[in-house]
């Protein structure tokens, strides 16, 4: 079930109305384990194979914890759940990678495993990798912590799939608060707003933008210059509205059942530095990257050539977790080495005008997310090719066509003016959680309900859920 699905909204519709049923019967101690339930149900509608999956997972990896928590060779066990789940991650998602790697490097014709990579793998284990390293370093203890609050934890449906990436210290107490239970209007019309405009988001905008990228990306061998810019912004704009919905709607869901997960996301592309774009941009994969990677091998403890280096390494993990292909790999090469020149340019105190910093940094941003996008490198050289004029300037008279056939607009004028326009929305308005603090009299309550049931007529007419590009990774 897709977020942007008619039968996830009545999948949300149900829940929520039995989770708060429980607490007007005074069973509200069946709230942990009626959400438990309900997050496997969720995961289960995508391939109720891999329930058991999930199910070991949190199962070892709690009684890993409690082992690190309690016993004297803790050294021993946290190494033990570290290699379990980047055992678990590389066996279903780089499988594969690996072997064609080998391929391809040793002439081989080793065969591919074609393994499916389970939903929201790489999400679960980078949390629950985070549970273990805070209880070794004595951040968290996880004495009197119950089994059923910790599978509510890893499982809890809203972020379960693509994130945000929760911490156990953000979550557990609110599972375990009485409050969490009772009926607060307010969250239930932030979460309704919230909850629509990511649905718009995503079906109006990100699915509008997707024919356009899928065709200048897969279909068309050559892009002149034009075509390329339109392919590339049009990509961007699509991960953002795409990604950034997605979180817009996983928090306004959990709002419903009174839980407050982090934003994801505060304008990313109206950022002036590399580093303040990925302050910006995913926030809690920036944390989880921060705190349990950048920082475990130095940070910026050890100068500054050493600095550098801790930082190329974070974004290679990145960029590898994001996805089993070199093209990943690159992509966060990309974006350490942006890093690097960032982190050296501020040791010297260079300064630069404040519009250029902001053009600098969102043309390698969309000219990395090409690559994040490109299914192999010849894909990449193709927009090379484009940017460095050798097949033309102007709009080419086939990918004119193409735009206007694919979108289903009358006009190449229309698609121009909505890139245009989708552009401005992410460069100049306010973020969501901006308009949510202000969400506070009774007529943008009212206003509130007016866009979820606009929202949801035209996910009715348009009657189209696709997947969130987030999911693959």
Sequence with gaps: ??????????????????????????????????????????????????????????????????????????????????????????????????????????????????????????????????????????????????????????????????????????????????????????????????????????????????????????????????????????????????FSGYSDMAVGIALLFNIHLPWNFNSPYQSRSIQEFWRRWHITLSRWLAQYIYIYIGGNRKGLVRTCINLFITFLVGGLWHGAAWTFVLWGALHGLALVVHRIWKHFSFKINTYLAWFLTFAFVNFSWIVFRAQDFKAIDKFLDAFCLENGFGLSSTYSVLLRTVTGMPSKGIVLIFIAVCLFLTLFFKNSQFYLSKSNSKLLYSLQLICFSISIIFTIIINKSSEFLYFQF
């Design 1 to 242: 079930m897709v977020f942007s699905s008619i039968e996830f909204i009545i999948f949300l519709f149900v829940v929520v109305n039995i989770y708060y049923l429980l607490n007007y019967l005074k069973l509200s101690q069946y709230n942990f384990l009626f959400l438990f339930l309900a997050s496997l149900f969720f995961y289960g509608s995508w391939n109720d194979k891999y329930i058991f999956l999930i199910l070991g997972s949190l199962l070892v990896n709690f009684y890993i914890g409690k082992a690190v928590s309690c016993l004297k060779f803790k050294k021993f066990f946290i190494w033990i759940g570290i290699l379990f789940n980047v055992g678990l991650l590389g066996y279903f998602k780089y499988t594969d990678f690996f072997i064609q790697t080998i391929n391809d490097v040793a002439h081989y014709t080793l065969p591919l495993q074609h393994i499916v990579l389970p939903i929201g793998i790489s999400f679960f284990t980078f949390q629950q990798i985070a549970y273990l390293a805070d209880i070794y370093t004595g951040k968290h203890n996880s004495e009197g912590e119950g089994i059923l609050s910790y599978s509510l934890f890893v499982t809890f449906f809203p972020q379960l799939v693509a994130g945000p990436i929760v911490h156990h210290t953000e979550m557990i107490p609110q599972f375990e608060n009485e409050l969490t239970y009772k009926v607060d209007w307010k969250n239930i019309y932030n979460g309704i707003f919230l909850f629509s405009i990511g649905l718009f988001k995503k079906v109006m905008i990100a699915d509008s933008l997707s024919s356009i990228v899928g065709m200048s990306f897969d279909q068309i061998p050559v892009l002149s210059f034009v075509d390329a810019v339109i392919a590339s912004l049009s990509y961007t704009l699509q991960l953002y509205f795409d």
